[in-house]
């Protein structure tokens, strides 16, 4: 039996607020090399948390380290760091390849044009690396501001919302060149809003929301987390009460709700057996299906049952 890897990144009982508004609570979890995906709701607080794991705000209580080393205030141990914000930070007029050139001469990169050329090769961008990037779709330009991000060949990159404006082609290789960058030794933070974006990416996940660690560890585990959840399925059919007094017999139903528009509000806590079971009822009464949809698969509604667990 091996030894898991030493932490790269501490988080230790980290805070922050501004004023009255909490946006970060009492959070705490360690990252080792690999990918690890920060999932949340917009707003739930990922932005602030890895401002704070790369030493651009301070926390307001608990302490961050990486290598062993506090990140607020270390420039020596930002040179070991490659930070994607989720806000574009390019000037249009700029070539792609002088844009990638000037972050690292900003990063006193030695061999600087051959590290721009690698950074640049890594990204598949070297057929438009002489356009202005105003020319540039928004995915191509994330890709090259991914080169100015690779281009001092950081240990740890942080990745704010990466696959923003991405087409499908784009996400098949940015996925394909993290998980080249992880094998290599590399430790990798991404954050997303979506919960399939991170599952195919990431080999561990932290989940945030109102601030605070809702649950963590590898997605299969978060996967069967989820699926113990209770659903609220809605169903429109042309006999609702009949409808209703077969499904509240079936195994796979909680409860049964009949709105005042006729919709049955179905609670299940196997939607898998529903979904099987509900098409046989209908058709043994003689009753027509008109709509079923699922009324909980936000994000957010998935984290508050995390949270209350």
Known sequence: MTDAPEPVIRVDRVSRWFGSVVAVSDVSFDIRPGITGLLGPNGAGKTTLLRMMTGLAATSSGTVTAFGEAVRNNPPLYRRMGVMSEHETVYGFMKGREFVTMMGRLR??????????????????????????????????????LAATLVHDPEILVLDEPLNGADPRQRVHFKHLLHTLAAEGRTIVLSSHILEEVEQLADTMLLIVNGKLAASGGY???????????????VMSDAPRRLASALVGLPSVDAVHVDPDGALIVLSRNVLDLQVELPKLAQAGSIRLHRVEPLDDSLESVFGYLVEK
Request: aromatic residues 4%.
């Open 220 to 234: 299969r585990a978060i996967r069967a987390a989820l699926n113990q959840r209770p659903y609220h399925v809605r």
């Open 108 to 145: 006193n990169v030695p061999d600087l044009q051959n590290a721009v050329d690698r950074a640049i090769a890594l990204v598949d961008m070297a057929d438009a690396q002489h356009r202005p990037l105003d020319t540039y779709s928004r995915g191509m330009r994330q890709r090259m501001r």
